[in-house]
């Protein structure tokens, strides 16, 4: 993500007042921003939409008209974090008390990013604070710089795929032990774009590692290479149109692929037979 490009959150809680007061500060910065008001409406958003950053109340409803639950948002934070990691998802847990050390310990390692306290304006830190240190200063860390000779560097240390823009294209692949896989994509002008870890078996992870052996003659992947990646069915890859005609880019890839998007600023298109991908701008 450059400076250049609209950050864009999800803010959920049940009170309309809070996520009122939420949305003034993130309007401040530009950010644009979705709202839920339970889990339910939380998770429907994730999977329709991409977002660079979720702020999360913990005492939330599963659905309209629900109980509040701490459990309810718990148990949504390590659903979210099972899914993202931390580097693609920063997630700041909005609480309505000060939590305790043992509350707080047990957030992050839940996979919080931070959190604050209510009221989001005075606590410490601040809804502002927080924002600006684990959203907007970590989204500027991967703004355009020189790589400084970093093929070289991840060959000596014996990664398993040579990490060399000129070999693969614009996209490097760096494997950080067994289960962890840093990607690294590059813009036109030879500039770093964007750094992002995954656990080496998200689907969106599967699908770089075709796209990252297809490049540099080929950027693109075929239907049936994606399909086994994400180890779907035909009827679970494509969706039936009104007038009968199945298409992919309505269906289950979909999602994944704006993984890809968010994490790495690579866009795609689908087209006949396949999908196409293209290096940052």
Same mark, same amino acid.
């Given at each position: 993500?450059?400076?250049? /490009? /609209?950050?864009?959150?999800? %803010? ?10 939420? /949305?003034?500060? +993130? ?15 939380? &998770? ?11 702020? +999360?109340? @913990?005492?939330?409803? @599963? &659905? ?28 700041? %847990? ?18 919080? /990013? ?11 830190? #601040? ?13 500027? &860390?991967?703004? $355009? ?21 000129? @070999? ?22 030879? $500039?770093?774009?964007? %750094? ?13 590692? +075709? +796209? ?14 994606? @399909? ?11 969706? #039936? ?5 199945? %298409? ?7 999602? &994944? ?25």
């Amino acid at each position: 993500m450059t400076e250049n /490009t /609209t950050l864009k959150a999800l %803010v959920i809680d049940d009170d309309s007042e809070i996520r009122r007061e939420i /949305t003034d500060i +993130l309007d401040e910065y530009g950010h644009e921003y979705d709202e839920a008001g339970n889990i339910k409406e939380a &998770r429907n958003k994730m999977l329709a939409g991409s977002y660079d950053y979720v702020l +999360l109340d @913990m005492e939330l409803p @599963m &659905r309209y008209g629900g109980l509040l639950r701490r459990e309810n948002g718990e148990d949504f934070l390590k659903e979210l974090r099972a899914q993202y990691s931390a580097n693609e998802l920063p997630i700041i %847990v909005v609480t309505g008390t000060v939590p305790d050390s043992e509350k707080a310990a047990s957030l992050l390692y839940d996979g919080a /990013t931070s959190f604050v306290s209510k009221p989001i304006s005075s606590g410490h830190p #601040t809804l502002r604070e927080a924002i600006q240190k684990f959203v907007i200063w970590r989204d500027a &860390r991967t703004a $355009c710089q020189p790589e400084p000779q970093m093929a070289q560097e991840v060959r000596e240390a014996g990664a398993e795929y040579a990490a060399d823009p000129t @070999m693969h294209g614009w996209l490097q692949m760096q494997r950080q032990g067994y289960k962890t896989i840093t990607w690294r994509s590059w813009k036109a002008s030879g $500039c770093l774009h964007k %750094v992002s870890d995954m656990p080496s078996s998200r689907i969106a992870c599967k699908i770089l590692k +075709l +796209l990252y052996k297809a490049l540099p003659k080929e950027a693109f992947l075929k239907d049936s290479d994606i @399909m086994s990646a994400g180890g779907w069915t035909e009827s679970e890859y494509y969706r #039936t149109t009104k007038r009968g005609k199945l %298409v992919a880019y309505d269906g289950i890839a979909r999602n &994944r692929l704006c993984d890809i998007k968010k994490s790495l600023g690579i866009d795609y298109k689908f087209e006949s037979g396949g999908v196409r991908f293209f290096q940052p701008q």
